[in-house]
């Protein structure tokens, strides 16, 4: 779990400097950086977050 903290962390450190990036030299390149970033992790989040609710309703008797 502290890996996946860890990695939400670096994605958010990352996405805002791509945007401060995209701020101080106005290339676009950086911004299309930060949101395909931000999509993928917010991705990765759902199906991370699905697998824990999955984990929780789908409980399988022994």
């Known amino acids: 779990m502290w890996l996946l903290r860890l990695l939400a962390v670096l994605t958010l ?31 990765v989040a759902l199906v991370v977050f699905g697998l824990l609710i999955l984990e929780r309703v789908a409980v399988i008797p022994l």
């Open 13 to 43: 450190l990352f996405v805002a400097v791509g945007v401060m990036a995209f701020l101080l030299t106005r290339n676009k390149n950086y911004l299309v950086f930060a949101w395909r970033l931000f999509r993928y992790a917010v991705f």
